[in-house]
């Protein structure tokens, strides 16, 4: 049997790289789009690159750009995909709001040009999988968000949901939404929080300088591991028929709480003091101020919290988290000791 071809937008971000590992050990081949910039920003790949001279090559990576409409219908026609995984996007929230217009292109657009190449070219094979986001929930009175919870974003960002729907419902294409709450990892981009969070607690246990600047760590996310949910947005595209589903841990914990099980890593124990603006973190050990807030890092409209019902994603592709709060916190934390630990 001819092994699957899967094609993989935003391959260099982190769903997209740990992905393209993970459809390589189930035999796929994979290809990759990754736009043309003048550095290489092919890190996360590097360990699975392989040249497209040498024998039995099943990894390629493609210039483009999911907002070229035509790039997108070239690059498609070419490798003729089984699946589709479609990450590209802009995907920090609070950049989102600095980069309006770019995000909300790219979210949409870049979702329209892939949907619109499928059907012109009407290979009816092709599964597409689309990145959709809890951001839809926005301040959602529901205690837990699932299929059916009203959305009502608070940001330019996750506007491709009912594109998706739409093509689904309109073609007959097996078009699929996963509504993903917060998955992180050691592959995590530096400024989102969770990761400037392990990054810093892992130079600080070298260094014990610096402080730790943050905007709102009172609200709540549903996290989880990010390879675990690698392997739900599998499962959406190996089942009979497409549908929504949510993937989530169905637990939440605040900003606080990530920042308090990092510093517990490093033996530190870290308690706050203050309200608002002037609140602080400070080591109990000798009281000094190692976290601090600011004005700058709070987005115009903030979502205070986020909890996913993954009931159906558990009914119907067996899916469940693997890895809990405090593993994953772990191992983002361990990771980037590793890292400074070669710096130094």
């Given at each position: 049997m001819k092994n699957k071809v899967a094609l993989i937008t935003g391959i260099t971000g982190q769903d997209g790289s740990i992905m393209a590992k993970f459809l390589l050990k189930k035999g796929y081949t994979v290809h990759g789009i990754k736009r043309r910039v003048s550095l290489f920003n092919t890190d996360r790949v590097e360990d699975i690159y392989q040249d497209r001279h040498a024998k039995s090559v099943n990894f390629f990576l493609h210039y483009g750009d999911v907002t070229d409409s035509l790039n997108c219908l070239d690059i498609i026609n070419k490798t003729r995909p089984d699946e589709?995984?479609?990450?590209?996007?802009?995907?920090?929230?609070?950049?989102?709001?600095?980069?309006?217009?770019?995000?909300?292109?790219?979210?949409?657009?870049?979702?329209?040009?892939?949907?619109?190449?499928?059907?012109?070219?009407?290979?009816?094979?092709?599964?597409?999988?689309?990145?959709?986001?809890?951001?839809m929930y926005g301040n959602s009175k529901q205690k837990k968000q699932d299929e059916n919870?009203?959305?009502?974003?608070?940001?330019?960002?996750?506007?491709?949901y009912w594109?998706?729907?739409?093509?689904?419902e309109s073609y007959k294409m097996f078009a699929t939404n996963g509504i993903l709450f917060n998955h992180e990892s050691e592959f995590r981009g530096n400024?989102?929080?969770?990761?400037k969070i392990s990054l810093f607690v892992a130079k600080y246990s070298n260094t014990k300088k610096g402080i730790l600047y943050l905007g709102n760590i009172n609200s709540r996310r549903d996290w989880g591991y990010a390879p675990d949910?690698?392997?739900?947005?599998?499962?959406?595209?190996?089942?009979?028929?497409?549908?929504?589903?949510?993937?989530?841990?169905?637990k939440n914990y605040s900003v606080k709480d990530?920042?308090?099980?990092?510093?517990?890593?490093?033996?530190?124990?870290?308690?706050f003091k203050g309200k608002g603006l002037n609140e602080v973190g400070y080591d109990t050990f000798d009281n000094k101020i190692i976290m601090k807030i600011k004005k700058e890092y709070f987005r115009p409209n903030e979502v205070s919290h986020l909890?996913?019902?993954?009931?159906?994603?558990?009914?119907i592709l067996k899916w469940k988290?693997?890895?809990?709060?405090?593993?994953?916190?772990?191992?983002?934390?361990?990771n980037d000791r590793k890292y400074f630990s070669k710096k130094t």
């Open positions: 589709i995984y479609h990450f590209a996007a802009q995907s920090h929230v609070a950049i989102s709001f600095q980069l309006p217009v770019y995000t909300s292109t790219v979210g949409t657009l870049g979702t329209l040009n892939i949907l619109e190449s499928i059907r012109l070219l009407n290979i009816k094979k092709i599964k597409f999988y689309n990145a959709s986001s809890s951001e919870t009203v959305f009502q974003p608070n940001s330019p960002y996750a506007t491709s594109i998706t729907k739409n093509y689904r400024t989102f929080v969770t990761r949910y690698i392997e739900g947005i599998w499962k959406m595209l190996q089942i009979k028929e497409p549908n929504d589903f949510v993937l989530s841990t169905g990530f920042i308090v099980e990092a510093f517990k890593i490093i033996k530190i124990n870290i308690k909890l996913g019902d993954n009931s159906k994603a558990k009914k988290p693997k890895t809990n709060f405090k593993t994953l916190v772990k191992i983002m934390v361990l």
